[in-house]
């Protein structure tokens, strides 16, 4: 039995944050039931095609039924009433506006259904002077300060920025005095800003999607212990900001935590933050001189870097690991996709379930269910809600499912 089994969830969300929130409810057990326009469902069912297949639409909805239903119809309204009445939950992802006009809004559906949990995922939130505003992943990633590199705000004890030959600029502080001063550099309104980069990860969509699954989570417990339902506002833009006050890469980035070329081109990542690790590492590369420095400031800093990237040339990759074998200093390589999917580690956890070509990483040992055709649990839910086949047919007659 999966924690969340006769959980029942209805998502009427567009695109990537709803759908991901989704689907973690559902890999852990939730009946979700997709709710789609007829017209094309999901914008993500859109999206560029991989060999004729969609594959981000399939990674997203896996496990998931799908319902068609036009929420702008009159007819919408006693429809989704009956799904609701049937349902726990109910995840949303329009603008406030929008999400009242077409009755999906909290404050609507709660009035006749006080038992559900509404999640609204929205840009901003339900309320301040940005909540109607349209805006995606990079839009919020650049309101939140994510796309200036932290980094290159640091300061040396001469006042100049520092860059060192990875690109990224470093405190002349050392330890956390060091690590302090430079996320108050970056944070202070006169900082030099450099150039803005593209984001990678859509961490405003991926962490607002996890904020409403572990929003819903709560808010189911708080029912089992009230009896009654309960509203979960996540604003994706404030997601983003969440990511902005952890370290990122550049902050943590030295000699002991780096990306450092073998000697055949392949590269190999170093996390040995704790002192046991790089103590370790420096012996075993044969350099235990080099264990002293690990926080050493300014030059002596640099030519730390510059002499284990010295080192770490003189071996393949290959050969490295095979040194570090039975070494425990958080020494890896770093992989490709494929080499990452043929891990023997991920092999053996049973994370990685193949579809029709579709690659799924999923928790444990679990069984992926294709993600559903438009519309294709149409009538066995609706029926399920006590709509008849006759009011079904009049209704698909009409373009509303």
């Not at 991901?20 to 469902?41: F, H, I, N, Q, S």
């Not at 995840?91 to 809004?105: E, G, M």
């Not at 940005?130 to 992943?137: K, L, N, S």
Request: glycine share 10%; charged share 25%.
């Amino acid at each position: 039995m999966r924690p969340l089994d006769g959980v029942r969830v209805l998502d009427v969300t567009r695109l990537l944050p709803g759908s991901y929130a989704t689907l973690l409810l559902a890999d852990l057990g939730a009946d979700v039931v997709k709710v789609e326009d007829p017209r094309g469902g999901d914008g993500m069912r859109t999206l560029p095609l991989a060999d004729g297949r969609n594959v981000y639409f399939e990674l997203l909805n896996r496990n998931k039924r799908s319902v068609t239903l036009d929420l702008r119809s009159p007819d919408a309204a006693a429809v989704l009433d009956a799904l609701c009445a049937h349902a726990d939950v109910i995840v949303d992802s329009f603008r406030p506006s929008t999400a009242r006009r077409l009755r999906v809004d909290p404050a609507v559906v709660r009035a006749r259904h006080p038992h559900l949990v509404c999640a609204s995922i929205s840009g901003f939130g339900q309320s301040g002077p940005y909540a109607e505003r349209a805006a995606h992943d990079i839009n919020y990633q650049a309101l939140a300060g994510l796309l200036f590199a932290r980094g290159s705000t640091r300061s040396t004890s001469s006042g100049q920025a520092r860059s060192t030959g990875s690109g990224q600029a470093h405190s002349a502080g050392s330890g956390q005095a060091g690590s302090t001063r430079a996320k108050k550099d970056a944070l202070a309104p006169s900082a030099s800003k450099g150039e803005p980069r593209m984001p990678g990860p859509l961490v405003g969509d991926i962490g607002a999607a996890t904020q409403t699954a572990i929003g819903v989570l709560a808010a189911l417990l708080l029912r089992a212990r009230t009896g009654g339902g309960s509203v979960v506002d996540v604003s994706i833009h404030e997601a983003a900001m969440a990511w902005s006050m952890f370290p990122s890469t550049s902050d943590l980035e030295n000699a002991c935590y780096a990306m450092y070329e073998t000697a055949d081109g392949h590269w190999l990542a170093l996390g040995a933050l704790e002192p046991k690790f790089w103590i370790g590492f420096c012996e075993r590369i044969g350099r235990p001189d080099l264990a002293p420095l690990q926080h050493a400031p300014d030059e002596e800093r640099a030519r730390v870097l510059r002499d284990v990237r010295e080192v770490m040339r003189g071996r393949t990759r290959d050969q490295w690991l095979a040194h570090f074998a039975d070494a425990d200093v958080c020494l890896t390589p770093i992989n490709t996709l494929a080499e990452a999917l043929a891990d023997p580690h991920v092999a053996a956890r049973g994370v990685v379930s193949r579809d029709r070509g579709t690659i799924h990483i999923t928790p444990p040992h679990a069984e992926v269910r294709p993600a559903p055709a438009l519309g294709a649990d149409t009538d066995e839910v609706l029926d399920a809600a006590g709509i008849g086949v006759s009011e079904r047919s009049r209704l698909r007659a009409a373009g509303v499912i």
